[in-house]
Nanobody, 126 residues
């Protein structure tokens, strides 16, 4: 599966963005889809993940209560809705696919994801 992330941009603190992860080459519903981010000088961190079934969802503590993840398997796309953005959310955001064992499984461990899209830059100004 090939992944294409989009939707990043420049937004003021408190604003919102919606990132999209569009898949091609394979049906997306075989995979759990995760969003990761990497800020300059920092390690990549898992942000949110949705299971292949759409039932399982997990968010990092930094994203809880602010970010929502959803998927549209007909459109082969996963969305990350980011609200109440903070300057510390500034990073390059990547989506990735993981063929986890069970369809309800989720993960924020990047080693479990074997297909990665290119990143999309999110910049939050104070």
């Amino acid at each position: 599966v090939q992944l294409q992330a989009s939707g990043g941009g420049l937004v003021q603190a408190g604003g919102s963005l919606r990132l999209s992860c569009a898949a091609s080459g394979s049906a997306l519903d075989y995979y759990a889809i995760g969003w990761f981010r990497q800020a300059p000088g920092k390690e990549r961190e898992g942000v949110s993940c949705i299971s292949a079934s759409g039932v399982g969802i997990v968010h990092a503590d930094s994203a809880k209560d602010r970010f929502t993840i959803s998927r549209d398997n007909i459109k082969n796309t996963v969305f990350l809705h980011m609200n109440s953005l903070k300057p510390e959310d500034t990073a390059v955001y990547y989506c990735a696919a993981a063929p986890l064992l069970y369809r309800d499984d989720v993960s924020l461990t990047d080693l479990e994801f074997d297909q990665w899209g290119q990143g999309t830059q999110v910049t939050v100004s104070s």
